[in-house]
Antibody, heavy 124, light 107 residues
């Protein structure tokens, strides 16, 4: 079955760079059509989509964060990494990674499996 | 960006009630509309995708409908485990966007 788990620091200081790792199992980023996305949720607020990477290394970013966010994959380790520079207290949120289902199935789901999330607090 | 507007932002209901949540997109999104359920402290759970297709294992009391810009999530008979927050999401174009959420509370 498909599982994902986020890992990384729980606290970062303002201006620092946040690096989060999504380690997954049950699928491969070598498989055509598959992707992994990152979504965050500030406490008490709605979900915000951040970035998405596909099996063929195409990457998409939220325009509001473009320039601060980089998404990469390590296919051999079954990992996707999100790096976010110049962290600010407003970036305090729970960060989720999610499995992007078959891109080539137009009638299929997008984010069908999610990690448990990791809370990142930005504070000096 | 496509703006997703949900209504209501919260509602109070009783077990057995029929509950309807609407989601309006600021422009047409074809059938690329998903619904998620989130309980406190938990990750969102996929309920419905492509407007009306239930994710495997989701009870049939959940249904989705709509087209173009207006979509609806219906719970035909609310169960105790359904008290949660529900989000719609469009995946027609980038950036993906979510509605602000609808919290379903016990009356």
């Amino acid at each position: 079955q498909i599982t994902l788990k986020e890992s990384g620091p729980t606290v970062v200081k303002p201006t620092e760079t946040l690096t989060l790792t999504c380690t997954f199992s049950g699928f491969s980023l070598r498989s055509k059509g598959v992707g992994v996305g990152w979504i965050r949720q500030p406490p008490g607020k709605t979900l915000e989509w951040l970035a998405l990477i596909y099996w063929d290394d195409r990457k998409f970013y939220s325009p509001s964060l473009e320039g601060r966010v980089t998404i990469t994959k390590d296919t051999s380790k079954n990992q996707v990494v999100l790096a976010m520079t110049n962290m600010d207290p407003v970036d305090t949120a729970t960060y989720y990674c999610a499995h992007r289902a078959d891109y080539y199935n137009p009638r299929g789901p997008e984010f069908d499996y999610w990690g448990q999330g990791t809370l990142v607090t930005v504070s000096s | 960006d496509i703006r997703m507007t949900q209504s209501p932002s919260s509602l109070s209901a009783s077990v057995g009630d029929r509950v309807t949540i609407t989601c309006r997109a600021s422009q047409g999104i074809n059938t690329y509309l998903a619904w998620f359920q989130q309980k406190p402290g938990k990750a969102p759970k996929s309920l419905i995708y492509a407007v009306s297709t239930l994710q495997s294992g989701v009870p049939s009391r959940f249904s989705g409908s709509g087209s173009g810009t207006d979509f609806t999530l219906t719970i035909s008979s609310l169960q105790p485990e359904d008290f949660a927050t529900y989000y719609c999401q469009q995946y027609d174009s980038y950036p993906r966007t979510f509605g602000q959420g609808t919290k379903v509370e016990m009356k």
